[in-house]
DNA sequence: ACACAGTTGGACCGGCGGTCCAATCTTGGA
DNA sequence: TCCAAGATTGGACCGCCGGTCCAACTGTGT
């Protein structure tokens, strides 16, 4: 009741017109600055130096606008690989969602909350087309697919949810340093000592490849 | 400035005394009725029935919480893996935890979104005695723990991420055909055509099952 | 020249996690 | 037995969130 605002008369219309294009661009740039947490939804209208209300003409809501940026980022990704040989094309593909998730960690936290967003379904295409010029038969396809997927997910996220502990190398390691040190001291078993000994020199990205590797055999050992 | 509350006689103590057990476990009840979305600490509190600042006296906050909740859950499927073969108790443990999962799939959920909380810790070790038990040698034992772990948290989340969608087996075939569906039309890439189809009819537990099998191939090819 | 369709942005809403502290209970020493 | 000191409780309050709504303001077609 009463609303006293003064209409200053500064509603001048943006030169650079609002666009789904501009609004995924920026929605990137704010999740590559501030993390998943940054990206709120005053803060995306901050740096497009808008209204809030204007980005939903646009985007029907947060998650969707997530699901764009994820799948900017992965789209990228997919598109290029193109390796005659299908095994290597797989561990391309494996290692360019690994790097690009390096590069934007909050890629590896949306794809595993949503199984059906474009950027899953661009990465279920690559890997079963890859799968099928390596000769897995129709059935064991779906099974090697998914296996494969649920592992690169699985990793994506948990390599994303460290990258966003500890930001820069030398945080991370001294983060591994200090869960190593509690893991030891928390629990004698030997298995325990022996796993906090490795955490501290082992590389993500090759025991990420090393597992692509696990399940290559896997699938054509049973071919 | 003057606030007119009249304090009622009411803050009597409660008989049944507030603890963190109590609290991990009306967690829990919440959860499974609501979901993970319907887990807020007011929801949390009115099953409690007490009031907000209260149970901040025995958990640090929400994520605490969760943890907590997690934790309880997976504990009880660690505890119950004894087989003998090394090879039977994987298989036993990654279908326990899908069956769980199936059960609380807020836990798929929440096991992907932090990898150094107590749960997930819990799997690492069980994963890496089962590991070692079966004959694998140390540095290959990393390699091979991370590429287990990883698919079973993977699987987990994009499992997790589907029951959300849709709670009852009815709902869940249904959403599965009106998803194949938009594959379909979308795309008309035989891949995709093919794939569609067996998403109508796959078996989830069924495919979670393979992925570990192929896993287990690839690590037993190799040793 | 001008009306109108489409765009913009700020006020507003309900609800969130978390903090604070007066009121109340429990407990152990005199 | 009593009572001061400490632990526990719960509701008011805070700042912030995502999302809705609509008055004001264009660029465009006629």
């Given at each position: 009741m009463m609303d006293m605002t003064i209409r200053t008369a500064r509603n001048t219309r943006r030169s650079d017109a609002l666009s789904r294009e501009r609004i995924v661009e920026a929605t990137v740039e704010v999740l590559d600055a501030t993390g998943e947490a940054g990206l709120t939804v005053r803060a995306l209208t901050a740096h497009l130096s808008t209204?809030?209300?204007?980005i939903y003409h646009h985007v029907a809501n947060k998650e969707e606008l997530l699901a764009a940026a994820t799948d900017d980022i992965v789209g990228r990704v997919t598109a290029g690989t193109g390796d005659d040989d299908p095994e290597r094309a797989i561990r391309a593909l494996a290692l360019g969602i690994f790097d690009a998730i390096d590069a934007h960690p909050w890629v590896g936290t949306q794809l595993s909350r949503e199984p059906w967003q474009p950027a899953v379904f661009r990465i279920w295409k690559s890997v079963g087309s890859q799968l099928q010029r390596l000769g897995v038969p129709g059935p064991a396809r779906a099974d090697a697919g998914s296996a494969l997927v649920n592992y690169v997910l699985g990793a994506a996220a948990q390599y994303a949810a460290g990258a966003r502990r500890a930001t820069s190398d030398a945080d991370r390691k001294a983060y591994l340093e200090t869960l190593a040190a509690q893991w030891a001291q928390h629990d004698p078993d030997p298995i325990v000592q022996d796993a906090a000994s490795q955490l501290r020199e082992h590389d993500d990205r090759e025991q990420f490849r090393a597992g692509v590797d696990i399940f290559l055999t896997g699938i054509t050992a049973r071919r």
């Open positions: 209204g809030r209300g204007a």
